[in-house]
């Protein structure tokens, strides 16, 4: 019930192209779904996050489509860079009180070919 | 630069030590959440603090405590460690405790031999 499942574990595109990668999740309680960019050497950063009432959002050349009935979500990069090459996690949780427990999904490394 | 600081950066130590991993959340963030990274379990909560309180509770061992200061600095003590204790542990922190952005420090990293 506390999963994230994420795929694809790594992915390569071509510069110019679009990376798509996926998340599902089991539990419905959750309400936040953000998605992490993490550099060699660095800790996560958010990049973009989405909450269940919206189907989908995009910052620039980042977009989250959100499906809530069939609890898939992802993440479009669009017009990829090499500068994208990363490891993006997806993540979930569920705001009880004034607590925050992101689940996060196993990673996908995205290698940006120029 | 998340503002998020964390010391050490790495330590090595052996199995059934005690090791203290210390947070400097970000000016004005109220909150501080300490999670642990590895190949194999991935990223995994730990446990949140909110104004030195705790907030909420993850898979944290048992040889495993921390706490938030007045001051609002964090600590992680790892006690009797394993070798499975190995991995990258993350500070991370916010203005408050809810659904809002979370800043991850750096890290530090703890191999145990």
């Known amino acids: 019930q506390q999963q994230v499942k994420q795929s694809p574990q790594s992915l390569i595109v071509q510069k110019g192209g679009i990376s798509i990668i996926n998340c599902a999740y089991e539990n419905t309680a959750f309400d936040y779904f953000p998605w992490y960019q993490q550099f060699p050497g660095k800790g996560p950063a958010l990049l973009i996050a989405i909450r269940p009432d919206v189907s989908e959002k995009k910052e620039g050349r980042f977009t989250i489509s959100f499906n809530k009935s069939a609890k898939q979500f992802s993440l479009h990069i669009m017009d990829s860079q090499p500068g994208d090459s990363a490891t993006y996690f997806c993540?979930?949780?569920?705001?009880?009180?004034?607590?925050?427990?992101?689940?996060f999904g196993q990673g996908t490394r995205l290698t940006i070919n120029p | 630069d998340s503002g998020v600081t964390q010391t050490p950066k790495h330590l090595i130590t052996a199995t059934g030590q005690r090791v203290t991993l210390r947070c400097s959340p970000r000016s004005g963030d109220l909150s501080v959440y300490w999670y642990q990274q590895s190949l194999d379990q991935g990223l995994q909560f730990l446990i949140q603090?909110?104004?030195?309180?705790?907030?909420a509770k993850g898979n944290i061992l048992e040889r495993f405590s921390a706490q938030q200061f007045p001051d609002l600095h964090s600590e992680l003590n790892l006690s009797s460690l394993e070798l499975g204790d190995s991995a990258l542990y993350f500070c991370?922190?916010?203005?408050?405790?809810?659904?809002?952005?979370?800043?991850f420090g750096e890290g530090s990293w703890l191999t145990v031999v």
């Open positions: 991370a922190s916010s203005v408050w405790g809810g659904r809002n952005t979370i800043y």
């Open positions: 993540a979930a949780s569920k705001s009880i009180q004034g607590a925050q427990k992101l689940v």
């Open positions: 603090y909110y104004n030195g309180e705790e907030r």
